[in-house]
């Protein structure tokens, strides 16, 4: 299989504070991931492309120092939203390609984000 | 630029029915093209994709997609509905000469009726 877990699954967090959400692929290697963000009853927005061992690729409008993310293993991204604020909460995935180029992205089951 | 366009935003069948979800898609060069299924508050998981081939493709749960390039569609099928299949349905695309990240679109939420 491909599985791809994303922890914490659901996160309250007081305005200021920062979040960090973990997406791992449990039984392959993605040397890509891809974090998006989606808001309620909307299709997924890409926020970035997570490859392992360089920086992440932002898409326009992305704040890269809001959003940091580190790609540290082939199995391991990480998304940090610092100084969280109320207008982040948002439903977060992320998903990861596996490296042998079959092209399909797996999906991780989603963060919820909610900032008071 | 690559788009993707889901024209129907809800698609309501009864069970046993046969159903059709619409999308079709805009990139240069040729396409992979793909479809998810999302549940409630889940991730997406994947149901089938295009990426060469034969233009009928067969995924999970009985679903199957045609790839039509002149009518630049890809519109999912199923012979027969179940309960079970509502849930909320998005067609991806990418270049694949292009970066890897996917396109989506806005999504098709099927509702089977009993």
């Known amino acids: 299989g491909a599985v791809v877990s994303q922890h914490p699954s659901r996160v309250i967090c007081k305005s200021g504070t920062s979040v960090k959400i973990e997406c791992r692929s449990l039984d392959f290697q993605a040397t890509t991931m891809f974090w998006y963000r989606q808001f309620p009853k909307q299709s997924l927005m890409l926020m970035a492309t997570s490859n392992e061992g360089s920086k992440a690729t932002y898409e326009q409008g992305v704040e890269k120092d809001k959003f940091l993310i580190n790609h540290a293993s082939l199995t391991l991204s990480t998304l940090t939203v610092t100084s969280a604020h109320p207008e982040d909460s948002s439903f977060y995935i992320c998903s990861a390609s596996r490296s042998d180029g079959q092209e399909t992205q797996y999906f991780g089951p989603g963060t919820r984000l909610l900032v008071l | 630029a690559q788009s993707v366009a889901q024209p129907e935003d809800q698609v309501n069948v009864a069970e046993g029915n046969p159903l059709t979800v619409k999308c079709t898609y805009s990139?240069?060069?040729?396409?992979?093209l793909f479809w998810y299924v999302q549940y409630p508050n889940r991730g997406l998981q994947f149901l089938l994709k295009?990426?060469?081939?034969?233009?009928l493709v067969k995924g999970s749960y009985g679903f199957e997609a045609e790839f039509n390039k002149s009518q630049t569609s890809f519109h999912l099928k199923k012979p027969s509905a179940l309960v079970s299949d509502s849930a909320l349905y998005f067609c991806?695309?990418?270049?694949?000469?292009?970066?890897?990240?996917?396109?989506f679109g806005s999504g098709t939420r099927l509702q089977v009726q009993p």
């Open positions: 991806a695309v990418r270049d694949y000469t292009g970066r890897r990240a996917l396109t």
């Open positions: 295009y990426i060469t081939g034969d233009n």
């Open positions: 990139v240069s060069g040729n396409p992979y």
